[in-house]
């Protein structure tokens, strides 16, 4: 069996789990199990460790409490969970964007072997310095939003619109928008030259 079959099943599986939790609501552990450690990263590359457990259970208790909702014609489970995660991440937009103000004041990592080698699919808000923390920064709230979808979850086009609910030409039109902005404020560097394409 091919890998994109096994994810194609996996998914198909993940759905009938969490439907199946509507009137087995153990059975949602299930999703728990399988995606609570990714949507704890995605939290803390966003906001930081410090709040990155709270998003991510407060992610689960809300996936719980709405899963009647869930909609497998619209979206996969981890698409769907990734669209909560970051409607609780946009709670500390004040959080998120100081946190990446003041890691443009912090300059350079002394560590990186070079600019491009550092910010090459390195948008993590975790580990950013200089003036690609800065382009974050400045980002309006949805470009940053759909970006860090692209760039951290490696969400389709189409997955980062399932996930917050906006028109597919709408991400397209974020995407390019904030990766010309994060260009200019890089002196060209493209920091997503790898995902420069749509894979999906």
């Known amino acids: 069996m091919t890998r994109e079959s096994?994810?194609?099943?996996?998914?198909?599986?993940?759905?009938?789990?969490?439907?199946?939790?509507?009137?087995?609501?153990?059975?949602?552990?299930?999703?728990?199990?399988?995606?609570?450690?990714?949507?704890?990263?995605?939290?803390?590359?966003?906001?930081?460790?410090?709040a990155a457990a709270d998003v991510a259970s407060q992610t689960f208790l809300e996936a719980f409490r709405v899963r009647h909702r869930y909609d497998p014609s619209r979206a996969t489970v981890r698409t769907w969970l990734y669209g909560i995660a970051t409607n609780l991440v946009g709670k500390q937009r004040r959080a998120e964007v100081r946190a990446l103000r003041a890691r443009a004041r912090l300059g350079p990592d002394r560590d990186a072997e070079g600019h491009a080698d550092r910010v090459d699919l390195a948008v993590d808000a975790a580990g950013l310095r200089g003036a690609l923390a800065g382009a974050l920064a400045a980002l309006s709230d949805g470009d940053r939003d759909v970006l860090l979808l692209v760039a951290l979850a490696d969400l389709s086009h189409q997955e980062v619109a399932a996930a917050l609910g906006i028109p597919y030409?709408?991400?397209?039109?974020?995407?390019?928008?904030?990766?010309?902005?994060l260009r200019e404020a890089l002196g060209g560097t493209n920091p997503m030259h790898a995902q420069e394409d749509d894979h999906g």
Do not use: C, M, Q, W
């Not at 759905?15 to 199946?20: G, I, K, R, W, Y």
């Not at 199990?33 to 460790?49: F, K, P, Q, T, V």
């Open 169 to 181: 030409g709408t991400v397209g039109s974020r995407l390019n928008r904030a990766r010309r902005k």
């Open 6 to 50: 096994l994810v194609a099943r996996s998914r198909v599986d993940d759905s009938a789990v969490l439907t199946s939790s509507r009137t087995h609501p153990e059975r949602f552990g299930a999703i728990f199990d399988a995606y609570h450690a990714e949507i704890h990263g995605y939290a803390s590359r966003r906001l930081g460790a410090d």
